[in-house]
């Protein structure tokens, strides 16, 4: 079946109030009422817009029709949300069950059927999602961490109105970019008595002045010094877990990389953190260092373009 657009149906925004829906259904009832209009779809866009005010006119069915249907468009093949349970309303303002399409139907338990059935609906919740960045530090060594949400509700009015609510939630050791975290029960509310859906929070990392991750590991452009490349020497490395001593083979190049096991995100199988060097050449400043690098041309005559055939 074809999900219905109740809002376009009635020409109204989806934050129009109860009036503003009022005033449209009356306006489209009189235009197409069979007694009175020549359109040769009135009967059709008659029944169309009944259903449409029916849904909208009630705020609890609006408020359920509002938590989906945001997430589809008309015309769309429709099925009914995961945990939606279909229950009747009673009756339906004296239009009988024939009124109401099949889209009306499986959400609110209308018609023949739904009409006999006794109480309201229930649902359960619908799952929501939000971003959440943190520091590549946070996500080493695990943290608690605050933030705000925006959540849509529905106002006395009718209208949707966004009601900003706080949570401390708790970074896992070791998540990784990309990476949902649950919080159960702490998305949009049931209805009906149904259960609340959850939150999930999609990881994303901070830019950082040194590190950057894939996956669980850590990669660091370290500047080594020419002699330090040509000599091999110990130097000190930054990683999240705190500096350690690294082994620089002699007669490294540029872009040589290195990796210290185990230092990257911690987890079942935690990452590798990778080195990746980066010679940095001193400036001649000075007569004297200008004459150390003539020196170096004259005892080490290389051509490092050889490999391009110049």
């Known amino acids: 079946m074809e999900f219905k657009d109740y809002y376009k149906i009635l020409g109204l925004e989806r934050n129009a109030s109860a009036d503003d829906i009022k005033r449209a259904y009356r306006r489209l009832a009189r235009k197409y009422h069979p007694d009175v209009s ?19 006119k009630d705020p609890e069915k609006r408020k359920a029709y509002d938590q989906f249907g945001a997430n589809w468009k008309e015309g769309q093949e429709f099925r009914p949300p995961p945990g939606w349970q279909q229950h009747g309303f009673g009756g339906a303002s004296g239009f009988s069950g024939g009124d109401f399409s099949d889209f009306f139907e499986t959400l609110f338990g209308q018609g023949r059927a739904g009409a006999r059935q006794a109480g309201g609906f229930r649902a359960r919740g619908e799952d929501q999602v939000a971003r959440i960045s943190i520091s590549l530090e946070d996500a080493y060594q ?3 961490h605050p933030i705000s949400l925006n959540m849509p509700e529905q106002g006395p009015d009718g209208r949707i109105v966004s009601n900003t609510r706080t949570l401390n939630v708790r970074i896992p050791k070791g998540v990784t970019e990309g990476q949902r975290i649950r919080l159960a029960g702490q ?11 959850d939150l999930y929070l999609e990881v994303s990392f901070q830019p950082h002045p040194h590190f950057h991750a894939e996956q669980r590991d850590i990669f660091l452009d370290l500047p080594i010094t020419p002699w330090e ?6 130097v000190t490395v930054p990683t999240l877990g705190g500096p350690v001593e690294l082994r620089i083979p002699a007669g490294s190049q540029t872009g040589r990389k290195l990796r210290l096991k185990d230092r990257g995100l911690p987890g079942s199988t ?3 953190q990778y080195v990746v060097l980066k010679i940095v050449t001193p400036a001649a400043r000075t007569d004297e260092a200008r004459a150390f690098y003539e020196r170096m041309a004259a005892e080490l005559p290389m051509n490092p373009r050889a490999d391009l055939g110049v």
């Open 229 to 234: 490349a040509a000599l091999g020497q110990s």
């Open 38 to 56: 020549k359109e040769p779809d009135a009967e059709a866009r008659f029944k169309e817009i009944n259903e449409a005010n029916e849904v909208l």
């Open 187 to 197: 998305g949009a509310p049931g209805f009906g008595g149904g259960p609340a859906g």
């Open 142 to 144: 695990g943290t608690t």
């Open 270 to 272: 935690p990452g590798d």
